[in-house]
Antibody, heavy 119, light 108 residues
Framework: EVQLVESGGGLVQPGGSLRLSCAAS????????MNWVRQAPGKGLEWVAN????????YYVDSVKGRFTVSRDNAKNSLYLQMNSLRVEDTGVYYC????????????WGQGTPVTVSS | EVVLTQSPATLSLSPGERATLSCRAS??????LAWYQQKPGQAPRLLIY???NRATGIPARFSGSGSGTDFTLTISSLEPEDFAFYYC??????????FGQGTRLEIK
């Protein structure tokens, strides 16, 4: 059974940092593109970043470029999102999601981890 | 960036009725469009990918159609568990992948 379990969310002040983790199991993690998608309270979904299976390519939405870094450790079946210079507008639930087709069909999602940026 | 516009914002129907949800893209996305269902407090679930392909385990009452800029998600006969939010998402022109703003399907 495919499972994705996020952790690392919490309350942080504007300008602070957080590192999110996503532990994967039930599939060959090292062969799939992985993604982070977020959802602000009461709002829709926003794709944040993705990473190639070998970690050699990474892409970001413009609003997080230069502040967020996606990475992975295939030996540990884990995906990460390092979030620096956090802003109030980064508040939301962050989901990790597996990519079915290597370009944007998200077939399995974690339960999400909440991030609140507030003073 | 491709903008996806979903309509209606809210759809009120009764169990057993047919639901038709629309998604319009600001430029052609070919057939590279997916649909997701999300219930309150839960993660999204992939329903349809590449416009018309049902994801694993998705009931046959869900179907997708369209290409280019106009797409439709149809639920042939609503079950109580189908009342939720629905989002379309394109993968034609990325980054970024973009989602529509969502349609809320509520019980009438």
């Amino acid at each position: 059974e495919v499972q994705l379990v996020e952790s690392g969310g919490g309350l942080v002040q504007p300008g602070g940092s957080l590192r999110l983790s996503c532990a994967a199991s039930g599939f060959t993690f090292s062969t799939f593109w992985m993604n982070w998608v977020r959802q602000a309270p009461g709002k829709g979904l926003e794709w944040v970043a993705n990473i190639k299976p070998d970690g050699s390519e990474k892409y970001y939405v413009d609003s997080v470029k230069g502040r967020f870094t996606v990475s992975r450790d295939n030996a540990k079946n884990s995906l990460y999102l390092q979030m620096n210079s956090l802003r109030v507008e980064d508040t939301g639930v962050y989901y990790c999601a597996r990519d079915l087709s290597a370009a944007g069909n998200f077939d399995y999602w974690g339960q999400g981890t909440p991030v609140t940026v507030s003073s | 960036e491709v903008v996806l516009t979903q309509s209606p914002a809210t759809l009120s129907l009764s169990p057993g009725e047919r639901a038709t949800l629309s998604c319009r893209a600001s430029q052609s996305v070919g057939s590279f469009l997916a649909w997701y269902q999300q219930k309150p407090g839960q993660a999204p679930r992939l329903l349809i990918y590449d416009a018309s392909n049902r994801a694993t385990g998705i009931p046959a009452r869900f179907s997708g159609s369209g290409s280019g800029t106009d797409f439709t998600l149809t639920i042939s006969s609503l079950e109580p568990e189908d009342f939720a939010f629905y989002y379309c998402q394109q993968r034609s022109d990325w980054p970024p992948f973009t989602f529509g703003q969502g349609t809320r399907l509520e019980i009438k």
